[in-house]
């Protein structure tokens, strides 16, 4: 892969959504106008492990987290953008860390990006709304999931009494 500027572009426009502007220089068409970005899988379980990591206690890749998370951004156009623009700022400040990309860090190395990108003190008011946005998404899942429950000691009520007289019980 091409280092130093030219490298950095060609990378930046094939992490941006849907490689939009990628098949705009390669003169492929662009997708319908008002079209959501289709979410990544395996971008979104880096973002989630670097907010709730897996250790000896499962993390929010385990949990279940990334399918739930999808299902969120494909049905709200904003947060699809929101996503679609936090990824091209993660993947920009990989670069600028001499890394081929966000997936190239390691868990802590990513844990650290998305803190310094979205909380840090030079963080753009876009940065601080996706890392917002991202934080709040994979901890409501996370602490929302029977994994999430267990590692807070929660024990959910029952769902049936056994002394109840339903139908079909």
Same mark, same amino acid.
């Given at each position: 892969?091409?280092?130093?500027? $030219?490298?950095?572009? +060609? ?5 941006? @959504? /849907?490689?939009?502007?990628?098949? *705009? #220089? &390669? ?14 899988? $395996?971008?979104?379980? +880096? ?5 709730? @990591? /897996?250790?000896?206690?499962?993390? *929010? #890749? &385990? ?18 953008? +929101? ?87």
């Amino acid at each position: 892969m091409r280092r130093g500027r $030219r490298g950095f572009l +060609l990378r930046l426009l094939g992490a941006l @959504p /849907g490689g939009v502007l990628w098949r *705009a #220089v &390669a003169g492929e068409p662009a997708p319908e106008a008002g079209a959501e970005p289709a979410p990544d899988e $395996r971008w979104l379980e +880096l973002v989630a492990d670097a907010i709730v @990591p /897996g250790d000896d206690t499962p993390g *929010a #890749v &385990a949990a279940g987290v990334v399918p739930r998370l999808i299902e969120s951004i494909r049905g709200d156009e904003h947060k699809a953008r +929101l996503y679609a623009g936090g990824r091209a700022l993660l993947e920009a400040a990989a670069h600028e860390r001499n890394a081929d990309g966000f997936a190239a860090l390691s868990t802590d190395e990513r844990s650290a990006l998305l803190r310094a990108v979205g909380d840090g003190a030079k963080a753009t008011p876009q940065a601080r709304a996706f890392y917002l946005q991202a934080r709040g998404d994979v901890l409501g899942l996370f602490y929302t999931s029977p994994v999430g429950w267990r590692g807070i000691g929660y024990q959910p009520p029952p769902y049936a009494y056994p002394s109840a007289d339903l139908p079909g019980s």
